[in-house]
């Protein structure tokens, strides 16, 4: 995995998240969805977290937590910023299902 040293910015559209929904799943009811990421019933939107969004963004900001349509997100990067390191990764803001404010109930990040 690459990793870039330092902050980083967006061009124009563009949208970075520093999390991204992993691993299985509880849901409420006590049903656990697996993590069948490449497989068929692993087919399906994640929720991150907003690090950065380019200047042309104005419906999400920093912190938010994004709903992604699957499979538009790009390989995660790994950015120091000396103060913090963690994976990222630019998401395609026309498939961006939902947003709120609070980390979504039982996900794993």
């Known amino acids: 995995m690459n990793t870039v040293h330092g902050d980083i910015t967006p061009l124009k559209n563009k949208v970075l998240v520093k999390t991204i929904e992993k691993g299985e799943q509880l849901t409420k009811g006590g049903l656990i969805i697996p993590d069948d990421d490449g497989k068929d019933r692993g087919i399906r939107a994640r929720w991150a977290q907003v690090y950065r969004t380019g200047k042309y963004v104005d419906f999400?900001?920093?912190g938010q937590w994004?709903?992604?349509?699957?499979?538009?997100w790009t390989r995660g990067f790994t950015i120091n910023t000396g103060k913090e390191k963690f994976d990222c990764r630019l998401v395609d803001n026309e498939h961006i299902l939902g947003v709120?404010?609070?980390?979504?109930?039982d996900i794993n990040v």
């Open 60 to 62: 999400i900001k920093e």
């Open 66 to 72: 994004v709903l992604v349509e699957h499979g538009y």
């Open 100 to 105: 709120q404010d609070e980390k979504p109930e």
